[in-house]
């Protein structure tokens, strides 16, 4: 009795162990399974989004849609550009006006003429053209100073007056491709003498996705304009901060 038991209990040990080992193989085997899956249905998933964006932008017209999208990539290039040329331009202004007091009490007017000539940034420039003036006074330095900073935001501000025209042009682009969709429908209904949603319903979609492509574009191209424009304003307060501190140190050095 006490052997069958034995036997038994073994017999029952060696079984839940195969059962233990055959599980998470299974468990495995699902899971590699499931991402297989998701890793084919991914691509599925992204390609059909481009399909589909492709033949939205080819039922909206190539006329209109053509053009809504040529003020995207105009106006996109231009943004990116400003940023660059911003970000390039953003100077540490109070390094700049550390050194420039420094040189001017070691070296003079050469030695800190020569530091601003050797840092990027309308700042520097605006202080190089101060500094060159204030053989001829203060107020002399001082116009100078006022003078090329307009210049320098002319320079800041270049080409942003053609992103908020992209701004203004793309939606209404849509609202025209709108129009004429409708002026189809309506020519349509008129030809065939019914009104039919068959009839009507090519020229609505046309209206309607024109509408949704000129107003993405305006939405993006108005997100990069108005960085950018934050942007100019943070260099100029900078510009204007920086040049009253160079008038200071330029009286202070005349007594």
């Known amino acids: 009795m006490k052997k069958l038991l034995i036997a038994l209990i073994f017999l029952g040990f060696i079984t839940s162990a195969n059962a233990t080992a055959i599980i998470p193989n299974l468990s495995t085997a699902t899971v590699a399974t499931s991402i297989q899956e998701m890793d084919e249905e991914a691509p599925a998933e992204s390609a059909s989004f481009t399909q589909e964006l492709k033949k939205r932008f080819i039922e909206g017209g190539p006329g209109f849609m053509g053009i809504v999208l040529i003020c995207l990539i105009l106006g996109l290039a231009i943004a990116i550009e400003r940023i660059i040329f911003l970000n390039l331009a953003t100077t540490n202004t109070k390094k700049l006006t550390e050194g420039v007091e420094e040189a001017l009490s070691s070296g003079g007017v050469n030695a800190a003429k020569e530091f601003c000539r050797n840092t990027k940034g309308p700042v520097a420039s605006i202080f190089y053209q101060g500094l060159d003036r204030v053989d001829e006074g203060v107020e002399s330095a001082e116009k100078a100073v006022v003078a090329y900073g307009g ?67 305006a939405i993006i191209l108005q997100v990069f304009y108005n960085y950018i424009v934050a942007k100019i304003d943070s260099i100029v307060n900078d510009m204007e901060d920086a040049s009253i501190t160079l008038i200071d140190i330029l009286v202070a050095q005349k007594k």
């Open 151 to 217: 210049v320098q935001m002319g320079q800041l501000e270049k080409n942003v007056s053609w992103i908020s025209l992209f701004i203004a042009l793309a939606p209404m682009l849509g609202f025209m491709g709108t129009v004429i969709g409708m002026i189809q429908a309506f020519d349509k209904i008129e030809a065939a003498g019914d009104m039919q949603p068959s009839l009507v319903a090519g020229g609505i979609k046309v209206a309607l996705l024109t509408t949704v492509f000129g107003l993405i574009v």
